[in-house]
């Protein structure tokens, strides 16, 4: 459809928070009473993080569960009683090749998308008697985005200074591009990345105990720079 032909009425845009959940039905029926139906549901909100577990405090876990997590699957049901009925969409969610292994500074954010990895590969099978409901997952690798400006840190207060280099990082229009291309064949897990964080995918999953004792090597020196100020922090402004 090209995008001169689209009319006022094709474009509904909705604040959201996925952290509150009460709202989560009515902006589904706001989107059901605009449109009709909907076909396709992309997940795509969430914080990384960037802190060591022994310096950070739990509710900064707690505040990444509520939002990568539970926000993820809290509009999810509101979107699937309406594609049940139709027989019928696509449920999207962009997890992270972190969903698949493990790395330091991370361990929050690695713990909420592997629950969205198991989350969503336990609803598929809930859903067989539904063949034209896709559940599709999204592994993108590092992706030139605004994610590190805004992770979380050791302190609900605090966020990161110094977000680095990024042109080491895939093109956000190839990512998307290739998220599309994904969505549009069903592929049940996508995994979008260069090398070598690719291969290391392929290592976690074929052979973890090269991988281990290859991310133990690479996370050591990943947290002496952390620690050296390569990556520092500041208070956030309120």
Not at 79 to 102: D, E
Request: with cysteine; charged share 20%; glycine share 6%.
């Amino acid at each position: 459809l090209e995008i001169s032909s689209l009319s006022e009425n094709d474009i509904l845009v909705l604040r959201l928070d996925l952290t509150d959940r009460s709202s989560h039905e009515a902006a589904t029926n706001s989107v059901l009473k605009h449109f009709g139906k909907i076909d396709v549901l992309v997940n795509n909100g969430g914080r990384s993080q960037r802190s060591l577990f022994v310096d950070t405090n739990l509710d900064v876990y707690n505040a990444i569960i509520e939002l990568n997590y539970l926000g993820t699957i809290s509009l999810t049901k509101y979107v699937l009683n309406h594609m049940i009925q139709r027989k019928k969409g696509k449920i999207v969610t962009v997890s992270s090749v972190m969903g698949i292994m493990g790395a330091p500074l991370a361990t929050g954010y690695c713990a909420s998308k592997h629950a969205l990895q198991g989350f969503f590969n336990s609803l598929r099978t809930e859903l067989t008697d539904y063949p034209e409901i896709s559940i599709i997952q999204i592994c993108p690798g590092p992706v030139q985005s605004q994610i590190i400006q805004n992770v979380f840190t050791e302190n609900l207060a605090k966020s990161i200074e110094n977000s680095g280099d990024q042109s080491h990082k895939m093109p956000t229009d190839r990512c998307a591009r290739l998220t599309l291309v994904s969505v549009a064949n069903d592929v049940k897990e996508a995994w979008i990345s260069d090398h070598p964080y690719l291969a290391v995918c392929y290592l976690w999953q074929y052979a973890p105990t090269w991988a281990w004792w290859l991310m133990n090597r690479m996370g050591k020196r990943r947290i002496q720079n952390f620690k050296s100020g390569i990556v520092s922090v500041q208070s956030a402004p309120r």
